[in-house]
């Protein structure tokens, strides 16, 4: 079954502690990308990824950090969190440009 | 810069009352045109893909539709089931925005039964 796994689902931290969210999918895609959305806001693209150490940013790549070291894995690191990345995140993941993305559950983070 | 408008912002509907979503695009090149369907605390569901005027798809009670500026996603007697937020998506055809998926904010449909 194809898969998408984020984890953790839910996240709450402290202001200014490192968290690392991971993304993991078994479909040998190519291309890999994290968003993040917010209530009037939509869905938005923080970093995105074409293969094994290939990134690039997205949209709001601001307090993000990403690494791409086995095609099946995405990370998304927030090395200094702040409030203003509490946030419902998702792990998306492609394999060819004009195919459509699965994405995973999301992971809902609160950072107070 | 890549824009997806999306209207109305929600909508609500009787069962069986058919109606469409609206999906406005300005796009450098499309190189795919996606709907998903969102349901509350949920990834997004892949539902169509389009990629150029005049295409359309369907699937049970819905139809993608889509022109050089829009698609729309039209809904034909809608039961309850159908209740979701839908995501309309493109992705530019080439240049550095190439891997990136632009989304509008969505439309949330509530069917009452």
């Known amino acids: 079954e194809a898969q998408v796994t984020q984890n953790p689902r839910y996240l709450i931290t402290v202001t200014g502690k490192k968290l690392t969210v991971t993304c993991s999918q078994n479909m040998n895609h190519e291309y890999m990308s994290w968003y993040r959305q917010d209530p009037g806001l939509g869905l938005r693209q923080i970093y995105y990824?074409?293969?094994?150490?290939?990134?690039d940013k997205g949209d709001v790549p601001e307090g993000y950090k990403v690494s791409r070291k086995e095609k099946r894995n995405f990370p998304l690191i927030l090395e200094s969190p702040s409030p203003n990345q509490t946030s419902l995140y998702f792990c998306a993941t492609y394999d060819r440009m004009n195919t459509e993305a699965f994405f995973g559950q999301g992971t809902r983070l609160t950072v107070v | 810069e890549d824009q997806v408008t999306q209207s109305p912002e929600a909508l609500r509907l009787q069962e069986g009352e058919s109606s469409s979503l609206n999906c406005s695009y300005t796009?450098?090149?499309?190189?795919?045109l996606f709907w998903y369907r969102q349901d509350p605390g949920k990834g997004p569901e892949f539902l169509f893909t389009l990629y150029s005027a005049g295409e359309e798809k369907e699937k049970e009670r819905l139809k993608a539709t889509l022109t050089k500026k829009e698609s729309f996603l039209h809904i034909t007697a809608p039961k309850p089931e159908d209740s979701a937020t839908y995501l309309c998506?493109?992705?530019?055809?080439?240049?550095?925005?190439?891997?990136?998926?632009?989304f509008g904010q969505g439309t949330i449909l509530t069917v009452h039964p």
């Open positions: 990824s074409m293969n094994v150490e290939v990134t």
């Open positions: 796009v450098s090149g499309l190189r795919g």
């Open positions: 998506a493109v992705r530019a055809a080439g240049g550095t925005s190439y891997g990136k998926l632009t």
